[in-house]
């Protein structure tokens, strides 16, 4: 495989060009040039209202429609009105599950169970939660203390004929681990219920198929991603159709993926995410892939993966050598359940400690439960500040991390 031409890539994002080693990029990502410049031209020039007969208002219908099929294209939607765009995956992840509630014939009634597991970030548990005001039974898919997997015999377990939903991530924002989203997806299948994805964690790292993924519904975030605070949520047709309008009453059931948008997209930030695709396609070119946009996307992404597990066991190999510190996450990167997202705690130095340490070098990562606060808290981590975490993307070098382990050693035992 050709190996990525990082000079290239970071040239890519304006914000690399300072002093600034972005190593919180699970946090959020730097943006492309090409996505800004588009959400400054949509601005610039397409600021109307869309759906008028006028040239301009016409005009900018077409971006905002071309921007749903770019990302229709970088999931692999089937169709593009199952693309569902929204301020951010929390909430998205409330807009779905307050849906499924809600209408006239609500999809969720007492008595019906619904599963979320112990690793999520609260995103994709909260609204599960209060289904449980519809009267729902809420269970909890617990990780395994030892192994810190989600392991599928607990799953079986738990499954029953009323299990309605399964709600899991793809990759732990903690711990890095890929979840067997497909095989899990078999099994909920099989019992009658319906899967929904949190793939925030996943997608800067690997390319997104949710026809492969087997879910139901799969959300991520696009600021994770390399683009603007923003993002999508795929819904399977036949279960969009099957949802309530949460617009105006006017705006039917039918009315896809509109229903599910009231107050309607954001037209600047939707027409700036064409750069992430377009980015993904043009960097599988220069790496020598000729196949269609997301076989271009794949030779991107499988260049990614190789460039950040090397980055990866670079940091992994340094803290599997020091005695003082725990890796809760898998301690290698050598396998393909891992994204480079790597959470650590030391012994005998508090998690703030170490990163404050950091910021006086002007590397940036960071401490604390990162939102999945029931893993920290059943990991028995929340009275220490949490874990200590560092994200990897792509644009990263060797020599940033380099830096960062020389840091690491002036305070790690
Ligand atoms: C795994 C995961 N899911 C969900 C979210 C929430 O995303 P948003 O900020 O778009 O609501 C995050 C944010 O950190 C995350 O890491």
């Given at each position: 495989m050709t190996a990525l031409d990082l000079n290239r890539i970071r040239a890519e994002f304006p914000a690399l060009a300072g002093d600034t080693v972005f190593l919180d990029n699970a946090g959020g990502s730097q943006v492309l040039k090409r996505v800004a410049d588009r959400v400054s031209d949509y601005l610039l020039s397409s600021s109307v209202q869309l759906g008028a007969s006028y040239a301009a208002s016409v005009t900018a219908g077409e971006k905002v429609l071309a921007a749903r099929r770019a990302v229709a294209t970088l999931i692999n939607?089937?169709?593009?009105?199952?693309v569902v765009m929204g301020g951010a995956t929390t909430a998205l992840m409330f807009v779905l599950t307050q849906a499924l509630r809600l209408g006239p014939d609500p999809q969720i009634r007492a008595g019906d169970e619904i599963i979320v597991t112990e690793t999520d970030h609260e995103a994709n548990i909260g609204g599960w939660m209060r289904l449980r005001e519809a009267g729902a039974v809420v269970k909890l898919w617990p990780v395994n203390r030892e192994t810190l997997a989600l392991d599928l015999a607990d799953l079986d377990l738990l499954l029953s004929p009323r299990t309605k939903w399964v709600a899991l991530t793809w990759?732990?924002?903690?711990?890095?681990t890929v979840n067997p989203v497909a095989e899990v997806a078999r099994r909920v299948h099989a019992v009658g219920g319906r899967v929904c994805v949190d793939a925030v964690a996943y997608a800067p790292h690997r390319l997104v198929d949710v026809q492969a993924s087997g879910a139901d519904v799969v959300v991520f975030s696009f600021y994770k991603v390399f683009g603007p605070h923003y993002a999508v949520m795929w819904v399977q047709r036949e279960l969009l159709l099957q949802l309530p309008s949460l617009n105006h009453y006017f705006i039917g059931a039918d009315v896809l993926p509109y229903k599910l948008q009231p107050g309607n997209v954001n037209y600047e930030l939707s027409y700036g995410c064409i750069g992430i695709a377009d980015y993904l396609v043009d960097t599988g070119s220069a790496l020598g892939s000729d196949g269609t946009p997301r076989q271009r996307m794949q030779a991107a992404f499988d260049a990614f993966e190789a460039h950040e597990n090397a980055l990866a066991e670079q940091l992994l190999a340094y803290l599997r050598s020091k005695p003082g510190v725990r890796l809760i996450?898998?301690?290698?990167?050598?396998?393909?359940?891992?994204?480079?997202?790597i959470s650590f705690v030391p012994a005998a130095v508090a998690p703030e400690a170490v990163v404050r340490h950091l910021d006086a070098f002007g590397i940036g990562i960071r401490w604390g439960d990162f939102y999945a606060k029931r893993l920290i808290e059943k990991l028995n981590l929340h009275e220490r500040g949490g874990v200590v975490r560092v994200s990897i993307a792509h644009y990263n070098t060797p020599a940033e991390i380099d830096r960062l382990i020389t840091h690491l050693d002036e305070v790690l035992p």
């Open positions: 939607a089937p169709y593009d009105e199952e990759a732990s924002n903690i711990l890095g996450g898998r301690p290698a990167a050598d396998d393909a359940q891992r994204v480079p997202t």
